[in-house]
């Protein structure tokens, strides 16, 4: 007799997205097939993307998305910040899949025990499995990826608490090594991060250029330095320069921009808005 999947149900649809299978389905494939790409030269490894709800940064998550779109990757790790108090650096779920109104997504257990033997060793971490989360960042991308993707996949889901360099880095080696053993499989890393928070839109806009410069020069330390210094903003860093550095250990060699926008442009309101950016690595 199988026993039953234990399966996160969303907390977030109808908040944050489309709780309608049918109107998610359309509202998502309208932003994949708005989004106008410029050509990409290579083999997308991963992507960026923002976590808004969808009617305020789904446009630009279009843009990450469409640049995947068609492409069946096995494996897809989908690295995200916490915005929740938990004690652990570094989570997981410890459910065995996500539910959408789009369906259910298994996770790939075997890959997220290798990450947490792996840091573990490096640094003596453990990922902290959690169930019943409440935390948009990691979820709000999985509509996306199922309707942008074809075939099957399995999700290496992660959060990130602490977003400091060395954690960044350590799970980004970590995460880079996992997906290298699991050799039969083909795999796509999503960063999940908005940029800057609240600032007025003249402001945000000259903040999230010079980190969206750090993305585009493919220095994923520069990322985090950029918000220490107070120079740009994301929410995400920590996630964004952990697949930085995976998607370098992978083989990729350089980052595109691919859009940005802010929640002004959506609603008309440019006195604090928070800003959005999407972004492919490539090698």
Same mark, same amino acid.
């Given at each position: ?15 944050? =997205? %489309? ?52 492409? &069946? ?44 033997? %792996?840091? %573990? ?15 948009? &960042? ?48 083909? =795999? ?7 940029? &800057? ?87």
């Amino acid at each position: 007799m199988q026993s039953k999947v234990d399966i996160r149900p969303s907390p977030i649809a109808g908040q944050w =997205y %489309q709780a309608n299978a049918e109107r998610l389905a359309a509202q998502i494939d309208r932003f994949l097939a708005e989004a106008e790409l410029p050509e990409i030269d290579g083999e997308i490894v991963g992507i960026m993307a923002p976590h808004a709800g969808h009617i305020y940064s789904g446009a630009v998550a279009g843009y990450a998305f469409a640049a995947v779109r068609g492409l &069946s990757p096995d494996l897809v790790a989908v690295i995200s910040p916490m915005h929740y108090p938990y004690n652990e650096p570094i989570l997981t779920s410890a459910h065995s899949a996500y539910a959408t109104p789009l369906g259910t997504l298994p996770i790939a257990e075997e890959v997220l025990d290798q990450i947490d033997r %792996q840091l %573990q060793s490096e640094i003596g971490v453990r990922v902290g499995r959690i169930s019943n989360d409440s935390e948009h &960042s990691l979820e709000i991308e999985l509509p996306f990826l199922q309707r942008a993707l074809a075939g099957p996949l399995r999700l290496v889901p992660i959060m990130l608490r602490d977003q400091s360099e060395r954690m960044a880095k350590a799970l980004g080696n970590a995460l880079a090594k996992a997906l290298s053993r699991n050799v039969m499989s083909s =795999y796509l890393l999503v960063a999940s991060t908005d940029l &800057s928070h609240f600032y007025p839109q003249r402001t945000a806009n000259m903040l999230d250029a010079e980190l969206l410069r750090q993305v585009e020069a493919f220095d994923p330390a520069g990322v985090i330095q950029t918000e220490e210094l107070g120079k740009g903003f994301a929410c995400g860093r920590g996630a964004l320069a952990a697949v930085m550095w995976a998607a370098k250990e992978l083989g990729a060699r350089k980052a595109q921009v691919l859009q940005h926008a802010t929640s002004g442009d959506v609603t008309g309101d440019y006195d604090r808005v928070v800003g959005y950016g999407a972004a492919v690595f490539i090698r």
